[in-house]
């Protein structure tokens, strides 16, 4: 497994608005846990040893999480709620976390481009703060991306999803070269076309494997019209230039959850409170004689 990942937080999550103000939406509450905590175990789980957090302002709760809390633990045992100190196991995850600024939101290939210090000329995991996948966020998903990234020589490797035509234009939409294949080779990138436009219902997802080589495109992105620099757009040109860029379906039954505005944030924490244990259960009788 490719050792780096960087996971951008920076973003205001306007479109979360107001539970958002003063708290990143990376650390809303989806079921027990704050979506980044998802992310966190995944990247672990994958074999991942260093996370660059790219933050920005009102973001201190993301670093504070991740965090040995020592009083807390010590008032738990004290309490003998020792059973409550599971829950905080998380803290001991055997990762190393790195925090950088964007200073300026100037889009998600901007801060990416923030991790170009971190990574060198190193491969590395771009896992988006705000998306997990699959119920309870056990994909696998950025090992399969490595392993592809390995054999094919890609520059680029990234998870795709496969969505309703008439969603594309909230994603970037790629173009494949074969649709039968769980991997397989793109020329191309749109980001947010209108159904006719879209070359595919193939869409990008959240997760990616990219050679630094990524971070000299960045630097040629031009801003959009909403002052942004699009990740998309580098791999457009990546594609342009002759590099390899492969696409990894998401596996059958995993799903993107992106946690981007409130239909996705309502849907998502019900399907994973639903899906909870011990309080799954529960819930659901309420929401029948609720509905
Ligand atoms: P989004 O594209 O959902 O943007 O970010 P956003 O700014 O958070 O949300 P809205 O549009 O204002 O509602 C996808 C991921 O990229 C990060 C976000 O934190 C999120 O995890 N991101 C986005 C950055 O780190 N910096 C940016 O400038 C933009």
Redesign the pocket.
């Known amino acids: 497994m490719i050792k780096n990942a960087v996971v951008?937080?920076?973003?205001?999550?306007?479109?979360?608005l107001p539970a958002t103000k003063s708290q990143?939406?990376?650390m809303l509450p989806v079921g027990k846990k704050p979506i980044v905590q998802y992310v966190v175990e995944e990247l672990a789980r994958a074999g991942c040893e260093q996370i660059l957090f790219?933050t920005?302002r009102g973001k201190y709760s993301i670093e504070n999480h991740f965090d040995h809390n020592p009083e807390l633990a010590e008032s738990l045992r004290r309490a003998t709620k020792d059973n409550l100190l599971d829950e905080l196991s998380f803290e001991n995850i055997k990762i190393n976390y790195l925090y950088t600024r964007?200073t300026v939101?100037?889009?998600?290939g901007?801060?990416i481009l923030c991790g170009e210090p971190f990574v060198g000329r190193e491969p590395f995991v771009v896992a988006?703060?705000?998306?997990i996948i699959g119920l309870r966020g056990d994909s696998s998903i950025c090992n399969r991306l490595s392993e592809v990234y390995k054999d094919t020589q890609a520059a680029a490797v990234i998870a795709i999803e496969q969505v309703e035509p008439d969603q594309v234009s909230s994603y970037g939409v790629v173009k494949p070269e074969t649709e039968d294949e769980e991997v397989f080779e793109i020329s191309d990138v749109i980001e947010k076309p209108t159904p006719s436009e879209a070359p595919s219902n193939f869409v990008v997802s959240g997760r990616y494997v990219f050679s630094p080589v990524i971070f000299d495109l960045l630097r040629l992105v031009e801003a959009d019209a909403n002052q942004?620099i699009q990740i998309t757009d580098a791999i457009r040109m990546l594609c342009k230039s002759g590099e390899r860029v492969m696409g990894v379906k998401l596996p059958v039954g995993e799903k993107r959850y992106?946690i981007?505005?409130f239909d996705s944030y309502f849907s998502t924490f019900l399907e994973f409170a639903l899906a909870d244990p011990l309080h799954g259960p529960e819930l659901r009788r309420k929401l029948v004689k609720l509905l």
């Open positions: 951008p937080v920076a973003g205001h999550g306007t479109r979360l990143p939406k990376e790219v920005g964007q939101q100037r889009g998600l901007d801060a988006l703060g705000d998306s942004e992106d981007g505005n």
